[in-house]
């Protein structure tokens, strides 16, 4: 929704920092789908979850599936992303595709949204948000 929610913006001339903890980019889950063993979250599940949260959109549509929108013009983005988190796939994608640099923190060995938890690792991605929005 971060990612949607900036396009909008984008598409206005506003170019807010989009700070980013294990982003969904993708509603369609493409297959073949190898992920790294995660104990949070599995394709299937994400599936069907896009499914109850699309509605009638099609899960290409930008506000489903925002790494297929339009990624120019968006402002500084800081992506912090775990190597064992299923979605981290969506998180390389959109450093791939993206045509400004977007700062990756990658957490090797780290699960869903890893900054959010009383870890050590954590402070490194806070630092990094924390030093865009200044």
């Not at 930008?62 to 500084?76: A, C, K």
């Not at 998180?91 to 640099?101: G, V």
Request: glycine share 8%; proline share 13%.
């Amino acid at each position: 929704m971060a990612l949607a929610a900036a396009q909008l913006l984008a598409a206005d001339g506003l170019r807010p920092p989009l700070l980013l903890s294990a982003p969904w980019l993708d509603g369609a889950v493409p297959s073949p789908w190898t992920a790294p063993r995660d104990p949070w979250l599995a394709a299937p599940g994400l599936r069907r979850a896009a499914e109850l949260y699309r509605g009638d959109l099609p899960v290409e549509h930008p506000f489903v599936s925002p790494l297929h929108g339009d990624l120019h013009g968006l402002g500084p983005i800081v992506v912090a992303s775990g190597t064992r988190d299923v979605l981290h796939r969506d998180a390389l994608r959109l450093e791939e595709r993206c045509p400004d640099p977007v700062r990756m923190v990658v957490g090797r060995g780290l699960l869903h949204n890893w900054p959010l938890l009383p870890i050590p690792e954590a402070r490194r991605a806070l630092r990094a948000f924390v030093d865009a929005l200044r």
